[in-house]
C-alpha cells in the first residue's frame, strides 16, 4: 500500500509548482496586452453572432422550425494555442470555431462535423475589418446550412 506523501515532499512539489508557475507567468506576462486585444476582438465578434443568431432563431420559429437551435458556446483560452482565444458554435455534431489570435489574425473555423478533421480555415488580420465581415457572413451561412441538414 502506497504511503501518504510526507509533508516535506508536499512542501517540496508546492514548492516547485509555485516557481515554474513564477517562471512561465514572467514569459508570458509579455503577450498580455496583445492576448487583451485579441479577447477584445473575439468579444465584438461574439456579439454580433449572438445578436444574429437571436434573429436567425426567430425566424426558423417563425417559419415553423423551432427546433433549429445553434448553441453558442463562451469565449474561452483556445484549445490548441495558448496565446488566442475562441468560441465554438455547435448544433450536434456540426460544428465551427472562431477564434482571435494575440498576432493580430482573426481565423474562421469550419464548418466540420466533430470527429472528422477541422477545416476549412480563413485568417484576416484585425484590421481588416470589411473582410472579416463579409467572411463571416458566407461563414456562418454554410454553418447554419450544414448544421441544419437532416
Same mark, same amino acid.
Given at each position: 500500500?502506497?504511503?501518504?506523501?510526507?509533508?516535506?515532499?508536499?512542501?517540496?512539489?508546492?514548492?516547485?509548482?509555485?516557481?515554474?508557475?513564477?517562471?512561465?507567468?514572467?514569459?508570458?506576462?509579455?503577450?498580455?496586452?496583445?492576448?487583451?486585444?485579441?479577447?477584445?476582438?473575439?468579444?465584438?465578434?461574439?456579439?454580433?453572432?449572438? =445578436?444574429?443568431?437571436?434573429?436567425?432563431?426567430?425566424?426558423?420559429?417563425? *417559419?415553423? %422550425?423551432?427546433? #433549429?437551435?445553434?448553441? &453558442?458556446? @463562451?469565449?474561452?483560452?483556445?484549445?490548441?494555442?495558448l496565446r488566442a482565444?475562441?468560441?465554438?458554435?455547435?448544433?450536434?455534431?456540426?460544428?465551427?470555431?472562431?477564434?482571435?489570435?494575440?498576432?493580430?489574425?482573426?481565423?474562421?473555423?469550419?464548418?466540420?462535423?466533430?470527429?472528422?478533421?477541422?477545416?476549412?480555415?480563413? =485568417?484576416?488580420?484585425?484590421?481588416?475589418q470589411a473582410s472579416i465581415t463579409s *467572411?463571416? %457572413?458566407?461563414? #456562418?451561412?454554410?454553418? &447554419?446550412? @450544414?448544421?441544419?441538414?437532416?
Amino acid at each position: 500500500m502506497a504511503q501518504p506523501p510526507s509533508s516535506n515532499s508536499a512542501s517540496d512539489l508546492d514548492s516547485r509548482l509555485a516557481k515554474l508557475g513564477q517562471t512561465l507567468g514572467a514569459r508570458e506576462s509579455a503577450h498580455s496586452a496583445d492576448l487583451r486585444a485579441a479577447r477584445e476582438q473575439l468579444d465584438s465578434l461574439r456579439e454580433r453572432i449572438a =445578436s444574429a443568431l437571436d434573429g436567425f432563431h426567430r425566424a426558423a420559429e417563425r *417559419a415553423g %422550425a423551432p427546433h #433549429l437551435r445553434i448553441d &453558442l458556446g @463562451e469565449a474561452r483560452v483556445d484549445e490548441k494555442h495558448l496565446r488566442a482565444v475562441e468560441f465554438d458554435l455547435t448544433r450536434g455534431r456540426h460544428k465551427a470555431i472562431v477564434i482571435a489570435k494575440s498576432r493580430g489574425e482573426i481565423t474562421l473555423v469550419g464548418p466540420f462535423r466533430t470527429g472528422k478533421a477541422e477545416g476549412p480555415c480563413q =485568417s484576416f488580420p484585425f484590421a481588416s475589418q470589411a473582410s472579416i465581415t463579409s *467572411a463571416l %457572413a458566407a461563414f #456562418l451561412e454554410a454553418f &447554419l446550412e @450544414e448544421a441544419a441538414s437532416p
